[in-house]
């Protein structure tokens, strides 16, 4: 069948064949591409949001270093990394409150850290010191 049609006929369906074959691949691969791009920004989010908890950790750190070094010395100057790490603290959680707001069982878990550091504010940290 393929013989009884002319040389051009022939080429001109090779080359459709080829250009279809071509065209399939090209949006196979931009769809995987727009995949990957998705991926890599959920990847990307990902480790702002733990940075940001790692800045949490590092504030309350911090907080509790500037405290100890108040109560042991009795020095104004000790109270720097604690003020610095309250500041730190919000700066940190209110960025990871931002990142994570589209996800309400994060924001739940936000809420009760914050109101635990609230917490050690008051009871452990300002008790100490206005006792001292």
């Known amino acids: ?31 995987n ?14 480790y702002q949001v733990l940075e940001q908890g790692q800045t949490i950790l590092t504030s309350l750190i911090n907080i509790e270093t500037g405290q100890r070094g108040f109560l042991i010395a009795g020095k104004d100057e000790f109270l720097e990394p604690l003020n610095k790490g309250k500041q730190n603290f919000d700066i940190a959680f209110d960025t990871i409150k931002d990142l994570t707001s589209d996800n309400p069982k994060q924001q739940e878990r936000l809420s009760k850290l914050k109101n635990n550091y609230e917490l050690f504010i008051k009871n452990a940290i300002e008790t100490s010191i206005n006792k001292r």
């Open 1 to 31: 069948m393929l013989k009884d049609l002319k040389i051009g006929t022939r080429l001109g369906a090779a080359i459709s064949l080829i250009v279809i074959i071509l065209v399939t691949v090209i949006v196979i691969g931009s769809a």
């Open 33 to 46: 591409l727009g995949h990957y791009a998705k991926a890599s920004g959920w990847n990307t989010h990902t």
